[in-house]
């Protein structure tokens, strides 16, 4: 019999493994905020810091596994609960809460939406510089384009961020 951690997700599953780990993570970091003060001043920097990044990482994960609606809604639902009643745990908490928020809304959309954002974008831009692409027609240049490099997905959308 295969653990249920172990088997393959299922689109039937009430809930998807990546929201299970971000949920996992939230709590975590909650409780590891309750506990700061208890460590030395270098510890709890080092604490901090990896609070600040790994939340993030893991919303972001989760929203791209499962959907960035269901990891957002998922961190919301964290949005009220207070860590602890010092001032500084709530600030941090109310920090990671947002840029956990934020991690998992900047979610890339999908390669099919990806593909059409990128294929209406090219063709305008071929078209209007045809001297650019060696001086050919314009309806060569999107063919020129498509076959360099740089107009793949991933080349094309670290150029305009």
Do not use: C, K
Not at 7 to 25: F, G, K, N
Not at 53 to 61: I, L, N, Q, Y
Not at 88 to 93: I, V
């Amino acid at each position: 019999m295969q653990d249920q951690e172990n088997r393959p997700y299922r689109p039937d599953d009430s809930v998807h493994p990546a929201i299970v780990r971000l949920h996992a993570e939230l709590e975590a970091a909650r409780h590891g905020i309750d506990v700061l003060g208890e460590l030395e001043d270098a510890r709890r920097e080092r604490v901090v810091a990896e609070l600040l990044s790994a939340v993030p990482d893991v919303a972001s994960r989760a929203a791209y596994e499962a959907g960035a609606d269901r990891a957002v809604a998922t961190i919301q639902g964290f949005e009220g609960v207070r860590s602890d009643e010092h001032e500084s745990g709530t600030a941090l908490w109310d920090r990671l809460v947002l840029t956990a928020v934020e991690a998992a809304a900047a979610v890339e959309p999908t390669e099919v939406e990806r593909t059409a954002v990128e294929s209406t974008a090219v063709e305008p831009a071929a078209a209007s510089e045809p001297a650019a692409v060696g001086g050919g027609s314009p309806t060569l240049a999107p063919a020129a384009d498509a076959a360099h490099p740089a107009a793949s997905g991933h080349a094309a959308h670290r150029a305009t961020a």
